[in-house]
Nanobody, 122 residues
Framework: QVQVVESGGGLVQAGGSLRLSCTASGAVFGRLSMGWFRQAPGKEREAVSCIGPSGWSYYVDSVKGRFTISRDNAKNTLYLQMNNLQPEDTAMYYC????????????????WGQGTQVTVSS
């Protein structure tokens, strides 16, 4: 019911910033919780940040204070502003519909886009 295209990744030095964008198609985007997930080689995919229809959000502890998730429902777009990037943030980043609570976020479906690569050098 939702198709997504991620963009905005790149190569940055530690301490740098990137802004990821996720453009979505689908009539119900504004009613969905959405999330950013990342996966590094050999590691499990993890939820980075998620945002609900009302705007309340979740962040994994490792990015709190550095990343900010936002959405523009009129543009069917999800954003992730990433500041003070660190090498451990290096991963492929994906956006997807999510199931969100105060303490956790998980992907709500089984389909994924191509993702956008974030590489942070030290």
């Amino acid at each position: 019911q939702v198709q997504v295209v991620e963009s905005g990744g790149g190569l940055v030095q530690a301490g740098g910033s990137l802004r990821l964008s996720c453009t979505a198609s689908g009539a119900v985007f504004g009613r969905l919780s959405m999330g950013w997930f990342r996966q590094a080689p050999g590691k499990e995919r993890e939820a980075v940040s998620c945002i609900g229809p009302s705007g309340w959000s979740y962040y994994v502890d490792s990015v709190k204070g550095r990343f900010t998730i936002s959405r523009d429902n009129a543009k069917n777009t999800l954003y992730l502003q990433m500041n003070n990037l660190q090498p451990e943030d290096t991963a492929m980043y994906y956006c997807a519909p999510a199931s969100l609570s105060l303490s956790r976020c998980v992907a709500a479906g089984n389909s994924w886009g191509q993702g956008t690569q974030v590489t942070v050098s030290s």
